[in-house]
């Protein structure tokens, strides 16, 4: 059974109907990928299933419950943990303080979790500068301590929305990596991403956006064999 089943979502924003029938699964520990041009409809799928913009019609299943009504917070405790674009840190809050605040006991009750001692295993410079404002943060240490705080409320899966936006290749590139390692830890990831690079190098599966619609789906080595596909849907 796949962990999370999109099927058929309509999704809208007022009267301005932005999906038109996407559907997608992830499977335990797998990370999916959503590429396509800026306003094909990959963040409203990922706000579709964060609860952020519910669907109007289709259906979003999370370990086999329909989630589709329920409110953000409740979403969030259930186990899918929100990465946004824009990043959305406390300005005015520490590092620290970021990351406390988000904190949530572990999901199976074992007290096997993420905690901040795992978190600064993942991103040790985070470890130095702890009681630095996030106002004052560099974009690649915004993009670290958003993922962290996402991790701190011990999340089954990750809706990663544009995180290599705005930053320096070196920074994309060690950020690629750190997103490689939850891979490894299990972590089951929805990447919506423009920098097909990153994405290649990341996905088991990836869909293409297109005007609101899914118009291709395949592998990362069907794509990369695939130029034809690269050309229509991705070239600017």
Do not use: C
Not at 128 to 135: A, N
Not at 192 to 220: C, M, W
């Amino acid at each position: 059974m796949a962990q999370l089943e999109v099927n058929d979502i309509h999704t809208s924003y007022g009267l301005s109907e932005v999906l038109f029938g996407v559907s997608l699964t992830v499977e335990p520990g797998e990370v999916v990928a959503l590429v396509g041009r800026n306003g094909v409809g990959k963040t409203t799928t990922i706000r579709s299933i964060a609860g952020l913009t519910p669907p109007k019609q289709g259906s979003v299943r999370w370990m086999d419950q329909d989630i589709i009504g329920l409110a953000v917070h409740r979403i969030a405790k259930l186990g899918i943990g929100w990465v946004p674009e824009d990043r959305r840190i406390f300005p005015e809050l520490t590092v620290w303080e970021n990351l406390d605040i988000a904190r949530r006991p572990p999901l199976d009750g074992n007290g096997v979790g993420w905690d901040e001692e795992q978190v600064f295993e993942l991103f040790p410079d985070l470890k130095d500068i702890l009681s630095r404002k996030g106002g004052v943060l560099s974009g690649g240490q915004q993009q670290m301590l958003t993922i962290a705080r996402s991790l701190m409320g011990n999340p089954k899966l990750l809706l990663l929305d544009e995180p290599s936006e705005g930053l320096a290749p070196i920074v994309v590139e060690n950020l690629r990596d750190k997103v490689g390692m939850l891979k490894e830890g299990g972590m089951s990831i929805i990447l919506a991403e423009q920098n097909l690079s990153f994405v290649l190098h990341l996905s088991d599966r990836i869909h293409i956006l297109e005007k609101g619609e899914i118009h291709y789906s395949g592998t990362p080595d069907d794509l990369r064999a695939n130029p034809e596909i690269q050309t229509k849907y991705l070239t600017v």
